[in-house]
């Protein structure tokens, strides 16, 4: 992009209050100009909460500025947006010029969520009979079934094969009516996951904690939306039942990442150096978990 469209669009958003009054005029008489953004379709980033605007390069963003007892400028960026914290003392220019500093790794970022936010909203789950949803790593198809076979464990996971034997597919079959609204299939099927979910986390904890030299005393599930799970002093676990989504590898790499933390209860290299003794293909571990997306439970 070259130098006058960037200045055009800087000067686009300074408010015509702030400008000398024979410029504001022309900027009302010219909306050829006020179009340039939409012409060129500049990304334009909103925060719900923002209380500060940035332009970045070819892109802008709304974002939320709280200052703090802090002694560095720091920024995130996560669903709502782009988040800055900055020390009260820090001038708004100080700010902007590290936010400018790190336009491309926030336009880039802010482009990567709200592609996220874009595939998550696609992959909310329709709660009826044939709809799909991964199980350890692997798709399983949703079958109700009225049936009093399977009744009081309320759902079963079968596998049907094809009629040349070539392939096989997972069915959970799930014992609630065929008329059945979404909320019950829903309901039923998230009781039989948390409790593969406990079944299974207990049996990986088992596994790994003598290779790690540590004793774990208590499980229980979680159903935070930003945690995978934590670890107490006390050796009590809590980890997310929705791992179960995921293969055994990423279940693996959470379960001894909370052990570990019975040794080591920081993230410092002595932390990340016991994790690498039992799982020493970790960070590839923890990049797929970060990238893999999970089913939307509406």
């Known amino acids: 992009m070259n130098s006058f469209v960037q200045l055009a669009l800087d000067w686009l958003d300074v408010p015509a209050r702030l400008l000398p009054e024979k410029t504001a005029r022309t900027q009302d008489k010219t909306p050829a100009i006020q179009s340039l953004t939409q012409v060129l379709d500049v990304a334009r980033f909103h925060h719900p909460r923002a209380n500060r605007f940035i332009h970045l390069g070819i892109g802008s ?20 947006g782009l988040d800055v914290r900055a020390p009260r003392w820090a001038s708004m220019g100080a700010i902007e ?3 400018h500093e790190k336009g491309e790794w926030i336009l880039r970022k802010l482009q990567e969520m709200q592609e996220r936010q874009k ?32 009744k009081d464990t309320g759902a079963r996971l079968d596998k049907t094969f094809s009629a040349d034997g070539s392939g096989a597919s997972q069915i959970l079959k799930v014992s609630v009516a065929q008329n059945a609204d979404a909320s019950q299939i829903r309901d039923a099927v ?21 290779a790690l030299g540590v004793h774990w005393k208590k499980l229980s599930l979680s159903n935070a939306s930003t945690r995978w799970g934590s670890a107490a002093s006390d050796g009590s676990i809590q980890l997310n039942w929705r791992l179960v989504h995921f293969k055994l590898d990423i279940i693996d790499y959470v379960v001894v990442h909370e052990l570990s933390h019975l040794r080591v209860m920081d993230h410092s290299p002595m932390f990340w150096k016991t994790v690498r003794n039992v799982v020493p293909d970790y960070a590839q571990r923890r990049t797929e978990l970060r990238e893999e997306s999970l089913p939307q439970w509406a």
């Open 97 to 99: 010029s590290a936010l």
């Open 190 to 210: 998230q009781a039989w996951l948390m409790q593969q979910a406990k079944q299974l986390f207990s049996q990986r904890l088992n596994h790994y904690a003598p």
């Open 61 to 80: 963003a709304d974002y939320r500025l709280t200052r703090s007892r802090r002694k560095t400028i720091g920024m995130s960026v996560g669903p709502d």
């Open 119 to 150: 595939h998550m909203q696609a992959s909310v789950i329709e709660w009826r009979d044939g709809v799909s949803l991964p199980f350890l790593g692997e798709q399983v198809v949703l079958q109700l079934d009225s049936s009093p076979l399977f």
